[in-house]
């Protein structure tokens, strides 16, 4: 599952059936999810260890047996902690038929009108019965399994209005706002990572002053613009090592560092291992 780019652009499914499902553990190049976003709605399920997302500005820590839902353009982000956790992607205009009934309900979550509480705790059984057995479906991918999954994502957002789990948005409020201000930024640095980035000129992108652009930007991310940036860098170089037999000074060039030893220095806090040894395990 490709998390490192900020809107992403890939196609999730088919174009006929427009549904994909990703298992991830600690051994999948995509284990961390920096900040991004995409069109499509997600569903995050929760198999072992807990896992820490934020979004709509508001962290939310899950563990095993729990589950999130992210609304389609809603960036996120995560950090696992020994976590397994696997993800259904849904466009979900694949939901509206012709049916009249089902599009009130719909346009609701589609427009935001409502906003559905992001995650789904073991104290509502209904929901999480439901999205286990929608994940079941999915995974198995057995004869029909298209039907079934449509099915039970009829029956899970009918669950979610039956169940009250969500809000109302506030008139003239969104809960986006300080994630929307800071999507340029996130942007930019998807697509400048390679290139010398300053604290100005992201402070900059938010139309904030660097000192209110700092403490808005560790809010949310629990990191430093500069921290978050040498984060980025290093699940990018993780990319090219998994994929590539490029010589390590070259990754470290590619993805932004002018120093070898301090990228060398900066992956082993980040991943506990020498580049090198990552390289090996991932390509063993």
Known sequence: MLYLDYNEK?????KEFPVAFYHVDSSHPR????????RECEIVRI???KFRLVSADAETLAGAGES???PSGSLHGGIPEQCVYECLVFDLDLLFLHAEISRKYLKKIQHQDILIHTMAPLFTPSLCVAIKRLFTAMSGQAPGYELIVIGLLFEWFGLVFREEAYTCSAPRESPLRHMERLKPVFEYIECHYASGITLRQLAQLAGMSPKYFCRC??????KT???YLNY????RACAMLCTTDTPITCVAYDCGFNDCSYFIKLFKRYKHITPKQYQMQMHN
């Open 217 to 222: 930007f560790q809010s949310i991310t629990h």
């Open 31 to 38: 284990y961390e999810m920096p900040f991004h976003w995409h």
């Open 10 to 14: 890939q196609m999730h499914g088919t």
């Open 225 to 227: 613009p500069m921290d």
């Open 232 to 235: 980025y860098r290093i699940e």
């Open 47 to 49: 198999l072992e260890g």
């Open 68 to 70: 999130f839902f992210i």
